[in-house]
């Protein structure tokens, strides 16, 4: 499957179909190195079907986007708060259902007493129980505060402003005259936008570029995406629409400045209609 698309549910139903002893599904919610969504609620309900088990990635979906344990049918949903929560690293998040569970304790050589463990882990987010290790005090403070952060602002704000700060970017970079990484925008996240690079121009260049002119660091490609695509990140507190005019004005300042043909200016000039066209909603 080529990177710049997504996963179809109907092509893993057909797969499940034909290898009905698969027992286990992973899937990555927001591939983050090529900028694209997984419709995990629509590949949860067909694994759920198969009677299989789902395991989600959503390290850089959860708390940026609308997506969830429950809505996807789960059994184990790994996020981080390092992302979309813009947490301290080090900490995971994992959500496991109580057919996941069954499905544990049902082995005998589930691990234990090991940092691989989930039964260590079952009852230790209960104020009575122990945790199994030492706990990292100082990330769980920082988690603490990102949750009432998360929940004083509101989901549903938080997700919309990711939501707009990728459409002021997407638009920015269309009308600049560069392409988008993802074959279709319905299938491009609100957390990170890939950009395909021009014709003759490598990724690797133009990040040097953007950081040396204006300071502003973008990521690259992984492995055979390796200098075909920048990826502009808004993630957590880099969710702001202002940020996507600066990500478009260093992107397109950079490619200008390695021979590429960007309109620089009616970038700007679309992100920022993008971005009033939200206020004056
Ligand atoms: C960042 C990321 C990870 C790894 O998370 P770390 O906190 O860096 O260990 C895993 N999956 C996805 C989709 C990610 O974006």
Redesign the pocket.
């Given at each position: 499957m080529p990177y710049d698309t997504a996963i179809d549910p109907e092509q893993v139903r057909a797969f499940l179909e034909e290898h009905p002893e698969v027992k286990v599904v992973c899937v990555?919610?927001?591939?983050?190195p090529s900028g694209t969504l997984n419709d995990i609620d629509a590949i949860g309900a067909v694994v759920a079907e198969a009677g299989a088990l789902l395991l989600v990635?959503?390290?850089?979906?959860w708390a940026g986007m609308p997506t969830s344990p429950t809505s996807s049918q789960a059994a184990v949903y790994v996020t981080?708060p390092?992302?979309c929560l813009g947490c301290p690293?080090?900490l995971?998040l994992v959500a496991v259902s109580e057919a996941a569970w069954a499905k544990i304790e049902a082995n005998p050589d589930a691990p234990f007493a090991s940092m691989l463990s989930f039964t260590d882990w079952k009852n230790a987010w209960k104020r009575t129980e122990p945790f199994p290790f030492t706990p990292s005090v100082a990330e769980l403070n920082g988690l603490n505060a990102a949750l009432d952060r998360y929940l004083e602002e509101g989901p549903e704000a938080v997700w919309k402003r990711h939501a707009l700060t990728a459409r002021v970017c997407r638009e920015g970079i269309k009308a600049m005259g560069v392409e988008l990484w993802p074959v279709s925008e319905d299938i491009a996240s609100p957390t990170a936008t890939a950009v395909k690079m021009p014709d003759g121009i490598d990724a690797g260049p133009v990040l040097v570029e953007t950081r040396a002119r204006y300071g502003i660091s973008m990521s690259a490609g992984r492995a055979e995406t390796r200098g075909k695509l920048i990826r502009i990140g808004h993630m957590g507190p880099t969710a702001q629409p202002a940020y996507a005019l600066l990500a478009v004005s260093a992107m397109g300042g950079a490619l200008k400045a390695l021979g590429a043909k960007v309109d620089v200016a009616a970038g700007l000039a679309a992100a920022q209609a993008a971005w009033d066209a939200a206020i004056d909603e």
């Open positions: 990555c919610n927001h591939d983050t990635d959503a390290v850089s979906s981080g390092n992302k690293p080090s995971s």
